[in-house]
């Protein structure tokens, strides 16, 4: 079983940390379903890794309540580590030992049984295509066979719950759609992902997300159910001087977001009480003032919109408070 | 307490300790280094020193002593005085190393079998020490002008006085290898285990091992045991280089010596470990490493005699693992004693440890914060 009684392996109530005066992660309020691949999507330094480490219990929250497949973390934590793997965001393995080795170590530390443990990181070496280099050392690898042993000595016991900072941040593309493979292969054997990210493809392929900025979750929900709920209308302009024409908007009190993607650009705009079309033509008369000849069409949202409009929000509500 | 998570550190310990060649060349090179430099450094068979005279009687016979001296080459003369303080000058200046004193009733003080003359040393430099010694070998009494004055058979108990200065204890290679066993382990292991938890952590290591079921006991211990090999190691090579360059015996028995050196070794790996768990970097650990070992060579008996320290040095020596173990190995190795003779420092070693391995386990905490 991967979760608590009701199916949910992890519930957070306020949580909080401080470090000094800086507030890290703030009141975050988060529940994550088992059997999930579940996103934490925010910039770099948005309180992702520190959450990571209080749900570990590696971090004494400042404040708020944290429950892990029905255990109360920090109190209970020693009771949890069994049954969660953890990938560091900072590869932790030993350079120094190899691809075997490594995993032979976590095998023992993790309690594998000794009869068990050489079949068992046979099957992984096999699984995770190490078997031409099982006696290359940690160190000497690629970033992304790095992440793919981490992943390996992660799963090593099986555990029930994973949590994987940023696993993929020093991967190239093409090894980061294996990794999700595994990913998914994971969840659909049963187990509980919790992945960080700040890169939105990777969010857009889980199954539900949270989505941190500086330290706060401004937003949670399956990708679609975010997009479906944007507060705010996107827009193609077709310009010709794109540069101008983004320039000419970026300043607009109603332009929550401009970026530029080939000749066009993606306009993000606040709701603000009117609909798609009124949104539309105050985009058009905008840039008519600009001397900018332009098209305008709506478009349908992504969650880097999402993404945009609620971190946009958060930090429009913090200056007016 | 899982043996076979204890057991898996070790062997990681071991398997990174392999690959690590700095590390490797340090278990053998530094007892050998520093065997070497310190045992040939207090070798006592110099030759040439250079010397002053100042022969206050220049009878023929003071004169023939002065030249029995010159003849067995431990000394060469660099320049003659009028009176000893000029020696005095001479020696604090570095200009000799040895000063030659005949005084001007040297006959008749000769005559009466009182001290004839004396030897000035320079006592900052063990190596003149041992040489003034054989100085006062050469027969005083080899010359007899007169047939009727007594002949002596045993000529030189204390006829020819040795003034040290600076230093004014004797020590030799003999006195010093067992205490450079102490030393050389002092150094070492402080060293290798003060680094072993920061650079975990500094590594990023730490984070994924606190993550697991494994606990501090375990890392503590298993990151203990394989040092303790590596420091027999380092204790055998000195004790052989020791009989085998410098003829130092061991006196009590073989097995004394090695639990002695596994006490020290032990005191100094769970020292470090606290050491380590305090660091924050291995730049630090490596600080208070230096912190550790300067006081352990100056007041544990190895560079000065305990007995002449002030009270307080005294007592801080008392806590440190070197002071213990010199008078252990000394004991064992130079005056045959066993340890259950010497179970006041087998006491206090084993003290030691129990207090800084569970300081050490309580320390560390599986926590990032
Ligand atoms: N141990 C720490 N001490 C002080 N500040 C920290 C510590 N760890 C993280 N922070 C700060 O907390 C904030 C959130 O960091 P982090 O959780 O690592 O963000 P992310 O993983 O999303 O990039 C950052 O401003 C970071 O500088
Ligand atoms: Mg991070």
């Known amino acids: 079983m991967s979760a608590g009684d009701d199916g949910i392996a992890i519930r957070v109530h306020g949580l909080t940390k401080r470090f000094g005066s800086l507030v890290a992660v703030d009141h975050v309020d988060l529940t994550v379903p088992g059997q999930h691949v579940y996103g934490f999507l925010g910039p770099n330094g948005s309180g992702k890794s520190t959450t990571i480490r209080m749900l570990c219990g590696l971090l004494t929250p400042s404040e708020g309540e944290i429950d892990v497949l029905g255990l109360r973390i920090p109190a209970q934590a020693e009771a949890l580590r069994s049954r969660i793997g953890y990938m560091t965001q900072k590869f932790s393995l030993f350079d120094d030992l190899t ?50 042993l981490a992943l390996a000595c992660a799963v090593i016991h099986g555990p029930e719950l994973l949590f994987l900072d940023e696993p993929t941040s020093a991967v190239d593309p093409e090894s980061r759609r294996d990794f999700w493979e595994k990913l998914f292969e994971l969840a659909d054997a049963g187990t509980t992902l919790l992945v960080s990210t700040h890169l939105m493809d990777e969010a857009e392929r889980c199954h539900r997300l949270a989505i941190l900025d500086q330290g706060v979750l401004v937003a949670d929900g399956t990708p679609s159910e975010l997009t479906a709920k944007l507060y705010g209308h996107t827009f193609i302009v077709e310009a010709d001087d794109p540069r ?20 066009t650009l993606r306009v993000l705009t606040h709701a603000g009480g009117v609909d798609t079309g009124g949104a539309g033509q105050y985009l058009r008369d905008l840039l008519g003032r600009a001397g900018q000849v332009v098209k305008v069409h709506a478009a349908q949202p992504n969650l880097e919109d999402v993404f945009v409009a609620v971190t946009r929000k958060s930090r429009q509500e913090e200056r007016m408070a | 307490m899982s043996w076979r998570r204890l057991w898996a550190i070790v062997i990681k310990e071991l398997r990174q300790m392999r690959r690590d060649r700095i590390t490797l060349a340090m278990i053998v090179g530094i007892p050998v280094m520093q065997l070497v430099l310190f045992g040939y450094a207090i070798n006592t068979n110099l030759r040439g020193l250079e010397a002053g005279i100042s022969d206050q009687s220049n009878t023929a016979g003071s004169r023939a002593l002065v030249m029995d001296m010159l003849a067995t080459g431990v000394i060469a003369p660099v320049a003659r005085a009028d009176t000893p303080e000029e020696l005095m000058t001479m020696l604090r200046r570095g200009r000799i190393s040895v000063g030659i004193v ?129 420091g027999l190691v380092q204790t055998s090579v000195i004790l052989a280089l020791g009989r085998w360059l410098f003829v130092v015996p061991i006196n009590g028995s073989l097995l004394d010596v090695y639990v002695a050196a596994v006490l020290l070794i032990m005191a100094n790996l769970t020292l470090g470990l606290l050491i380590s768990t305090r660091a924050q970097s291995q730049f630090q650990a490596m600080q208070m490493a230096f912190f550790i070992f300067l006081p352990s060579i100056l007041l544990s008996g190895f560079m000065f005699p305990f007995a002449g320290m ?50 050490a386990i309580l320390r560390f905490r599986k926590r990032l914060d």
């Open chain 2, 310 to 359: 002030p009270k307080v040095a005294q007592w801080l020596a008392e806590i440190l693992p070197l002071t213990h173990f010199l008078r252990l190995i000394r004991g064992v190795m130079l005056r045959g004693a066993s340890l259950w003779e010497l179970w006041v420092d087998v006491l206090a070693l084993l003290a030691f440890i129990v207090v800084m391995m569970t300081a």
């Open chain 2, 102 to 230: 005949v005084p001007p009733d040297f006959e008749r003080r000769r005559l009466d079998g009182r001290a004839v003359a004396q030897i000035l040393v320079d006592g900052s430099d063990n190596t003149v020490q041992g040489a003034a010694v054989q100085l006062a070998q050469v027969p005083v009494d080899n010359w007899v002008p007169d047939a009727r004055a007594p002949m002596r058979s045993t000529p030189n108990e204390g006829r020819i006085s040795i003034v040290g200065f600076y230093n004014p204890q004797r020590r030799s290679a003999v006195n010093i290898v067992p205490g450079l066993v102490g030393v050389i382990l002092t150094m070492t292991m402080v060293l290798f285990t003060g680094i072993a938890i920061v650079r975990e952590r500094e590594r990023g290591n730490m984070e994924l091992l606190i993550a697991t079921p494994l606990i501090s006991a375990e890392l503590m211990i298993g990151k203990v045991l394989p040092y303790i090999a590596i």
């Open chain 1, 99 to 148: 691809v075997r080795e490594n995993l032979e170590f976590m095998a023992a530390i993790q309690g594998v049984p000794k009869t068990r443990t050489a079949r068992r990181v046979d099957e992984l070496i096999e699984q995770y295509h190490f078997s031409d280099r099982q006696k290359q050392l940690a160190g000497t690898m690629s970033g992304g066979q790095k992440q793919r």
């Open chain 1, 244 to 263: 101008r024409a983004q320039r000419a908007l970026v300043d607009a009190p109603e332009v929550l977001g401009v970026a530029q993607v080939g000749n």
